[in-house]
């Protein structure tokens, strides 16, 4: 369809946003557009620009035959600072403070547009990282691995507790969930990754690590490797945690009668790249 240019432009920025981490060839666009690749290239400009300073992304160019455009999502920093702060706010409510050391997320867990703006933070480090596949553990991690994995246009894979008739053989390991204490089961299809998959393993929340850690072992099975661990919030107790380099963008520390609690931001920006 034959477009002026201001039409070309918002259907053009459009696309991108709809097809994160995807090569978009400048032919798919002039077709699309009924319009010169000349023209085409001078839009993804006035694109790429825009998208930049409003902290949207950034619009990579591949050259050679299969080139084109690649959208890139990214949060600028002022923008993360800004969303955590709001997202502490909202978890320092006092009734969320729950027995054992938990924090009530699942309102939140439930708000797609809280998800999508914590997904793309974490899709924000890791969109360099050649991930291949984000993993979390049933249930509450779910909504967080699909905002990020969405971002960063690649699959998730759910870690189940139990063996599931309808997923075919799998393969188990058993695990020490910090938070538990007891030991637990981990079980996941034979069919769910090929060995040297990147992956990335998302959750809510972090205690003792015990569930990252449990996950992080269940890839060896696979011959897969860790490319990445993210969390919404991890506790400031259970120290050391059973796993090292993760990320988290909120800590949750808490009085010794744990009647009290404040929400401070996690090492979210020791990862983050401007
Ligand atoms: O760091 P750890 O000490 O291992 O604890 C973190 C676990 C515990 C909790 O899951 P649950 O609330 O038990 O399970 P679900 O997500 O299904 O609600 C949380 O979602 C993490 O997965």
């Known amino acids: 369809m034959k477009l002026k240019r201001s039409s070309r432009l918002i259907d053009m920025t459009g696309y991108l946003l709809q097809h994160p981490h995807q ?97 793309r933070m974490i899709a924000s480090v890791y969109s360099n990282h050649s991930i291949d596949v984000v993993m979390t553990m049933e249930t509450k991690g779910i909504p967080l691995a699909f905002a990020a994995a969405s971002q960063l246009n690649v699959p998730v894979i759910i870690v189940r507790r139990s063996i599931k008739v309808t997923e075919g053989s799998t393969v188990s390991i058993n695990y020490v969930s910090g938070s538990s204490k007891r030991i637990q089961t981990m079980v996941l299809p034979r069919r769910s990754l090929t060995p040297g998959s990147r992956v990335l393993i998302i959750d809510d929340f972090m205690k003792a690590g015990g569930t990252m850690k449990g996950m992080a072992n269940l890839l060896k099975e696979f011959d897969a490797e860790v490319a990445g661990m993210a969390v919404l919030v991890e506790t400031k107790s259970e120290e050391p945690k ?10 949750l520390s808490m009085t010794e009668q744990e009647e009290q609690f404040i929400i401070e931001q996690g090492n979210y920006f020791q990862y983050y790249e401007c």
């Open 23 to 119: 090569i978009v060839s400048l032919s798919y666009f002039s077709d699309r557009y009924a319009s010169a690749k000349s023209s085409i290239s001078e839009d993804l400009g006035i694109v790429k620009d825009n998208f930049e300073s409003q902290g949207i992304g950034r619009l990579e160019t591949i050259a050679g035959a299969s080139g084109g455009v690649k959208y890139i999502p990214f949060m600028k920093r002022d923008d993360a600072e800004a969303f955590l702060r709001l997202l502490s706010e909202q978890l320092s409510q006092s009734d969320r403070l729950l027995p054992g050391g938990y924090l009530y997320m699942t309102d939140i867990l439930g708000q797609p547009s809280y998800i999508n703006e914590i997904g």
């Open 242 to 251: 059973l796993v090292d380099n993760y990320l988290s963008l909120l800590k």
